[in-house]
């Protein structure tokens, strides 16, 4: 070895080991004398090809490089091939902001081939300068092996699986309540959506429904009056007290949680009761009754506007009885499908009121809270309005506020194979040891449908074909891999005829979908 003197310029040192290291192909050389021998399979979760490297990153890939570094110094064979996840939101919004689009009207008039081209071009410029970072940090990969989620041959391997899953009685088309964003008018994984919760003032409204049946009103609060409008049900708990009382103040009658009565009328210390309770009320008792409609706009709708009864209602805040927009709530969708009360959306792709809602229409949803508090006093339909302050999910790129929302989407129904996969944990060595029972083995347990498609342009393309004549009319069993836009063009015009005319489904498969398909060979053959 040479000898160092006291001014060693390690920087210059390790730039002059890098140029070595490249021109003698040492990481391919090092790999190519373990050939044969036994494989250590090393699965390397893509990044985001929208943005540059951060710390999170170099630290992540240090220890990438560190472990496969070890087994291949013990002679194993280790593949080390560096991927991409090219499709999807960050990659769109980068795009969006340097050219200043507004939301999805404004892809649709730039053009969709125009918009994916500009996301294809985003992606190879960040890709390259990833490619010159984590060569710096001397991590050794396979950087002429490289994969990327937009590659043919990987949207391939994609439609391959899904046909897979399909024949195998795993997928579905359904709805699901998920963390929606209207700027991006696109669907945010629930991870995204815990990422900006900031402190924001909302109204919290206490709203009169009235009994067919009786002169009574029964009490429900909410701190989203916009969802107000797409009411369809109330949910009361089995397990819950509940109360009938006058109001001192104006004689009504109503019905709330025993728990809640406080809450509800409040009053300064020394004043007396501004109630009188005339009788005790179970749930059951309450659960099966109807109401009237706050609003007209879906006074027809089928089973609609009665009390159901569910365990996820408690008395934490509120009055004990939940307002139910089947649309915009996850526990609000469940109770009320199993009643077989089907949501209505009366919203845009920007969260925006339709036609439909006359009143309001083209109002963003929260914008239009002012306006529907005022008509339901109008109509004496409300009993109080208060301010609060809690906390609420904002979009982690825009910093507008998220909703949930009852999407259209196609799932993978994971609870069919939760069991088998719950069964084949049991034989993993997980390290450190805890994971295999705690969060892994919870998180099987627990495991839900996967919805697995997305309303986006720069995806996988969902490979279903839908009648045009009748888009109830779908036709799942012409899923097949399409290799080429010319492939899928012929295809389309297989399966047509003069009565039966198809198109390709909107959407595109969930990016977290694709990658998973990074196996030891990073993606699949078909």
Known sequence: MKATGSNVNLPKMEEEVLEYWS?????YKSNDLRKGKKEFSFYDGPPFANGLPHYGHLLANTIKDTVPRYWNMR?????????????????EYEVEKTLNLKGRQDILDLGIAKFNELCRESVLHYAEEWQKTISRLGRWVDWDNQYRTMDLSFMESVWAVFRNLYDQGLIYQGHKVVPYSPRLAAILSNFEANQNYQDVQDPAVTVKFKLLDEDAYVLAWTTTPWTLIS?????VGPEVAYVKVKALENG?????AKDRLEAVFKKKKGEPDGYQILADVKAQDLAGKHYAPLFRYFQHHKNAFKILMDDFVTT???????H??????EDDFRVSTAAGIDFVDPLDEEGRFKAIIPEFAGVFVKDADKDIIKSLKDSHHLLRHDTIVHSYPMCDRTNGPLIYRAIPSWFVAVEQIKENMVQNNEGINWVPGHLKQGRMGNWLKNARDWAISRNRFWGTPLPIYICANDDRCRMPSFIIPLKTKSDSKKFSQRISSPKVRTR?????IHSRFSVQLNSKKQHLKT
């Open 75 to 91: 002679g194993f064979y280790v593949e080390r091939r560096f991927g991409w996840d090219t499709h999807g939101v960050p990659v």
């Open 231 to 235: 009411n369809l049900a109330l949910a």
């Open 23 to 27: 021109k003698e192909r040492t990481f």
């Open 252 to 256: 009504e009658t109503y019905y709330l």
């Open 324 to 329: 139910m927009a089947p649309a915009y709530g």
């Open 504 to 508: 390709l489904a909107d959407g595109s």
């Open 316 to 322: 934490g805040d509120g009055t004990g009885v939940v």
